[in-house]
């Protein structure tokens, strides 16, 4: 079974660019979740679909972080104007039945 | 929210030891999950297990639910199980299933 795809797998941009993430969970998985890690700590969710519907986005920072996942499979999360506490690992993780989760790789932002 | 407290923090071992991580969560779940971050950053799913015990090879896994804690057995530990180990139960404030992460415990297991 293939694992959870994320791209790309580090990203350096200047404080107020913007910036994207791609992932592509497990075929199948119905619920796909972002979650943000910063250094020494637990992750943290940012959002969680329910095929292309969003079951909680309630610690997503809405007035800079954006998610889709379109066709209830891949998703993109944005975010736009980047600021210097954004630096982290973004997490995308995927389960069926909001069951056991399975996460990607992860894509390591630095904001500078 | 819940609270999910883990220890120790950090621990060091020599190659060939036993440990035993604890995680304490201050609300009853309905399921836990315990995770390990490699040095490269990987979470892996180690175990779900909302109850009881499960083993898989060195590692073992224990939940007694109704006392709102786990335990996870490291035994005859290997250079390659270092990384932080953390635990994480389910968020029962939305209709969602968010996991709420504990700190981590960070094992490093010298040769």
């Known amino acids: 079974e293939a694992g959870v795809a994320q791209s790309p797998r580090y990203k350096i941009i200047e404080k107020r660019q913007s910036v994207a993430f791609w992932c592509n969970p497990i075929?199948?998985?119905?619920?796909l979740y972002w979650y943000q890690q910063i250094l020494g700590q637990g992750p943290k969710l940012l959002i969680q679909?329910?095929?292309?519907?969003?079951?909680?986005d309630s610690q997503l920072p809405k007035d800079r972080f954006s998610a889709e996942r379109l066709k209830g499979v891949d998703s993109t999360l944005k975010i736009q104007p980047a600021k210097l506490e954004d630096s982290a690992v973004y997490l995308c993780?995927?389960?069926?039945?909001?069951?056991?989760?399975?996460f990607g790789s992860g894509t390591r932002l630095t904001v500078v | 929210g819940i609270q999910v407290e883990q220890s120790p923090p950090d621990l060091i071992l020599q190659e060939g030891a036993n440990s035993t991580l604890r995680c304490n969560f201050s609300?009853?779940?309905?399921?836990l999950q315990w995770f390990h971050q490699n040095p490269w950053g990987q979470l892996i799913n180690l175990f779900y297990?909302?109850?009881g015990t499960k083993q898989n090879g060195r590692l073992s896994a224990t939940t007694v639910a109704t006392e709102r804690y786990s335990l996870l057995y490291i035994s005859s530990s290997q250079t390659t199980d270092s990384g932080v180990y953390f635990c994480?139960?389910?968020?029962?404030?939305?209709?969602?299933?968010?996991?709420?992460f504990g700190e981590g415990t960070q094992l490093t297991v010298n040769p």
């Open positions: 993780a995927s389960s069926l039945d909001r069951g056991r989760y399975t």
């Open positions: 075929s199948g998985h119905a619920t």
């Open positions: 679909f329910q095929n292309n519907g969003v079951v909680d």
């Open positions: 609300d009853s779940v309905n399921n």
């Open positions: 297990i909302p109850s």
């Open positions: 994480a139960v389910p968020t029962q404030e939305t209709s969602g299933s968010r996991l709420t």
